[in-house]
């Protein structure tokens, strides 16, 4: 790899559509009839708690069903024998990159498998349903349980860390994402800002595709372990 040495990878619902996990954007992107927007949001949670909490037991409960597909497995090998520098960011909730193998993940939207206790802040591995009140395991105090997930107008998680892995890129490549949601659709500016190559591979070009020195369009159970292999044969010039 010339001069590569610091990699961000940031992944979208796309990465885990060949999973069988629904994107949000695409034809199956309405759940229930409800717009993610509509139901992803703090306002929704206080109007209507159990529409809400529905949405993220089904979605929970689906995960359990699921399996990592190919590009998770092929960055999961990356994260094992890339010796330089490299982060997953991904916005997704699902836990398919860590089931995968790969270790070195940052969850930026949260995770439908953590829950977080209103009441005394704590946060914890959940895969069961909330909807049904449980006491928080540390607290004791029910119902005060909401999905650990990053809704629309809240903070994302992480952000210091990501900015640093950006700042320091030398490789930023976008993973089946439609670029569509902030901050996460600006990350490639900041790291072409910063002199990083940018590489983008998606079903559609993404709404951000001009940002991209380079642009593969198909499958990611596809592109992705091709993609990986370019970056670890000895005289791989991909990036
Ligand atoms: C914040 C958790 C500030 C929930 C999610 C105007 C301008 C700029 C920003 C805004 C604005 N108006 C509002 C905002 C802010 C807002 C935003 O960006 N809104 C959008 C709709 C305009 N952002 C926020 O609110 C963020 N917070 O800004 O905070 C702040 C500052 C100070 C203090 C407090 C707050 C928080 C955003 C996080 C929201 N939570 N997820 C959940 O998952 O239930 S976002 C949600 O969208 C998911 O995380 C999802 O990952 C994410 C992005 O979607 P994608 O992953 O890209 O999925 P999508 O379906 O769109 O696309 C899939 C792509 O894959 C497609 O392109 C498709 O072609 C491709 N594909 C499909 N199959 C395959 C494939 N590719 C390859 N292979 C395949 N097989």
Known sequence: ??????????????????????????????????RVEDVATPEAFARDPALVQAFYDARRARLAEVEPNAAHRALARLDAEWPGDLLIVTQNVDDLHERAGAKRVRH???????????????????????????????????GRLRPDIVWFGEMPYEMERIDRALMEADLFVSIGTSGAVYPAAGFVQTARYRGARALEMNLDPSL???????????????????????MLSPLGSAG
């Open 108 to 142: 930026m939207h949260g995770e439908l498998t953590s829950a977080w206790c209103l009441d005394c802040d704590a946060r914890m591995r959940w895969d069961k349903d909330l909807c049904d009140h449980p006491n928080c395991p540390q607290c004791g105090v029910a």
């Open 1 to 34: 790899m010339q001069d590569i040495s610091n990699i961000v990878i940031l992944t979208g619902a796309g990465i885990s559509a060949e999973s069988g996990l629904a994107t949000f954007r695409g034809p199956d992107g309405l759940w229930e009839g409800h």
């Open 208 to 230: 951000g595709s001009y940002h991209f020195h380079e642009s593969r369009t198909g499958r990611a159970g596809e592109l992705v372990p091709a993609w990986v292999e370019e």
